[in-house]
């Protein structure tokens, strides 16, 4: 149980155009989804809190009109890459939390591999 | 604050060599523990996980043993193999699913 699928798994773009990553929760319903972003031999960086049916919160140093974040249902939650420039190439990651319990662990997508030429 | 510190790798093991790799935290009140693991190219998969003091986890022969008095949580297997290769990640959460994650550390076997 609690599968996060995220999609697409690699996208390549060009600079300047903007590309949509989905996070679906499959078997469960996430109020909340995390999207992070992971720099090469580096730890992952959380991006922001995606809340169902509210904005997104964002870290600190993270530019809100850059990364759109939506969450519309309890099993969706989408991160737009407007504009993209090469230094936005990275591996991004969404993770989802199972409601009501402040141990659950988080259950991560497989990631998607931006490459911005 | 709260934050997890881990070992510098790459760890480099031969097959059916023991493997310890550190993981230290700085927490206010009491967090839980994590484990991840990231396979090439993938997301992270939880390992194991222990959510109060002298709680063990274990999973696929990994072991992590939450100790309070020396605010560590090192994860251990007695044999490796090669299918273990992969990123291993510490991680604690606190205030509800606030995840902070340590470095990550490349673990390397050999055959």
């Known amino acids: 149980g609690a599968v996060v699928s995220q999609h697409p798994s690699r996208v390549i773009c060009k600079s300047g155009t903007s590309v949509k990553i989905e996070c679906r929760s499959l078997d469960f319903q996430a109020t909340t989804m995390f999207w992070y972003r992971q720099f090469p031999k580096k730890s992952l960086m959380l991006m922001a809190t995606s809340n169902e049916g509210s904005k997104a919160t964002y870290e600190q140093g993270v530019e809100k009109d850059k990364f759109l974040i939506n969450h519309a249902s309890l099993t969706l939650s989408t991160l737009t890459v407007t504009s993209a420039h090469p230094e936005d190439s990275s591996f991004y990651i969404c993770?989802?939390?199972?409601?009501?319990?402040?141990?659950?662990?988080?259950?991560f997508g497989n990631g998607t591999r931006l490459t911005v030429t | 604050g709260n934050s997890v510190t881990q070992m510098e790798g790459p760890v480099t093991l031969s097959e059916e060599a023991f493997l310890t790799i550190n993981c230290t935290y700085t927490?206010?009140?009491?967090?839980?523990l994590f484990w991840y693991v990231q396979y090439p190219g993938e997301g992270l998969q939880l390992l194991l996980k222990?959510?109060?003091?002298?709680d063990k986890g274990s999973n696929k022969g990994f072991e992590a043993t939450y100790r309070k008095e020396t605010t560590s949580f090192h994860l251990e297997k007695g044999s490796v193999q090669v299918s273990d290769s992969a990123v291993y990640f510490c991680?604690?959460?606190?205030?509800?699913?606030?995840?902070?994650f340590g470095s990550g550390t490349k673990l390397n076997v050999k055959p």
């Open positions: 991680a604690l959460i606190y205030n509800f699913n606030k995840f902070y």
């Open positions: 222990a959510t109060k003091a002298d």
């Open positions: 993770s989802a939390a199972t409601t009501g319990d402040s141990n659950s662990p988080l259950h």
């Open positions: 927490a206010t009140g009491y967090p839980s």
